[in-house]
T-cell receptor, first 115, second 113 residues
Framework: DAGVIQSPRHEVTEMGQEVTLRCKPISGHNSLFWYRQTMMRGLELLIYFNNNVPIDDSGMPEDRFSAKMPNASFSTLKIQPSEPRDSAVYFC?????????????FGPGTRLLVL | GESVGLHLPTLSVQEGDNSIINCAYSNSASDYFIWYKQESGKGPQFIIDIRSNMDKRQGQRVTVLLNKTVKHLSLQIAATQPGDSAVYFCAERGGGATNKLIFGTGTLLAVQP
C-alpha cells in the first residue's frame, strides 16, 4: 500500500509568494495532521482533521496559514504571503482513528525554503 | 545574532551493543505512547507503540517499557546496527477524545562501526 504522499518534495520561493503544500493520506484513514519541523522548535502540530473536519488549529502560526481538506483523500496547507521564517520541513500524517492501532503515519515531508 | 537550535541528547553506541533511549512524558492522563525513528531527510517512521494498560511490549529487536509511576518511557534496541542511526522521538497522546500527539525533542542515536 502507498504511504502518505506529499507534494512537492522541495519548494523554493521568494518572500511574499503564495505556497501550497499538498497531501494525500493513506486510503481508509480518517484523521489527517499537518506538522512543521525546524531546528529551533522541533516537531510542531499545526492543525488536524477528523473526517475532513478541522478539530484543532491552535498550532497554526497566524492568519497567513490556512489548511483545507475538501475530501477524505486530499488536503492542502497554504501560506500566503510566505516569509523567510516559514522555512521548514512540513509533514503530513494520517491515522485510522478508532482502529486497534491508532498511530500516525508520516509522509516524506516538503522542504520549504523562503528567500 | 547567533541562532540556537534544539540541543538533541546524543547516545553513542558500538555496533552490536544494546541501546536504551529514555523519554520522560508530561501528562499522567496520557493513554497511548509511540516511538518514532527519523532518518536524515525523511519523515518520522513508526517503530512501536504501547497503551497505558501495559508496561512492556516487544517487537523485532525493539522493546518499549512504560513506567507510569514516574512517567517514563524507554526504547531498547537489541544488537544495534549502523542502520539504526537516526533521531528517535517518543510521543504521548492525552487521554479522552483527542488524537493529538505531543512529541519529545528527540534523541540522536549514533552507532559506531
Amino acid at each position: 500500500d502507498a504511504g502518505v504522499i506529499q507534494s512537492p518534495r522541495h519548494e523554493v520561493t521568494e518572500m511574499g509568494q503564495e505556497v501550497t503544500l499538498r497531501c494525500k493520506p493513506i486510503s481508509g484513514h480518517n484523521s489527517l495532521f499537518w506538522y512543521r519541523q525546524t531546528m529551533m522548535r522541533g516537531l510542531e502540530l499545526l492543525i488536524y482533521f477528523n473526517n475532513n473536519v478541522p478539530i484543532d488549529d491552535s498550532g497554526m502560526p497566524e492568519d497567513r496559514f490556512s489548511a483545507k481538506m475538501p475530501n477524505a483523500s486530499f488536503s492542502t496547507l497554504k501560506i500566503q504571503p510566505s516569509e523567510p521564517r516559514d522555512s521548514a520541513v512540513y509533514f503530513c500524517a494520517s491515522e485510522r482513528r478508532g482502529s486497534t492501532q491508532e498511530t500516525q503515519y508520516f509522509g516524506p515531508g516538503t522542504r520549504l525554503l523562503v528567500l | 545574532g547567533e541562532s540556537v537550535g534544539l540541543h538533541l541528547p546524543t547516545l553513542s553506541v558500538q555496533e552490536g551493543d544494546n541501546s536504551i533511549i529514555n523519554c520522560a512524558y508530561s501528562n499522567s492522563a496520557s493513554d497511548y505512547f509511540i516511538w518514532y525513528k527519523q532518518e536524515s531527510g525523511k519523515g518520522p517512521q513508526f517503530i512501536i507503540d504501547i497503551r497505558s494498560n501495559m508496561d512492556k511490549r516487544q517487537g523485532q529487536r525493539v522493546t518499549v517499557l512504560l513506567n507510569k509511576t514516574v512517567k517514563h518511557l524507554s526504547l531498547q534496541i537489541a544488537a544495534t546496527q549502523p542502520g539504526d542511526s537516526a533521531v528517535y522521538f517518543c510521543a504521548e497522546r492525552g487521554g479522552g477524545a483527542t488524537n493529538k500527539l505531543i512529541f519529545g525533542t528527540g534523541t540522536l542515536l549514533a552507532v559506531q562501526p
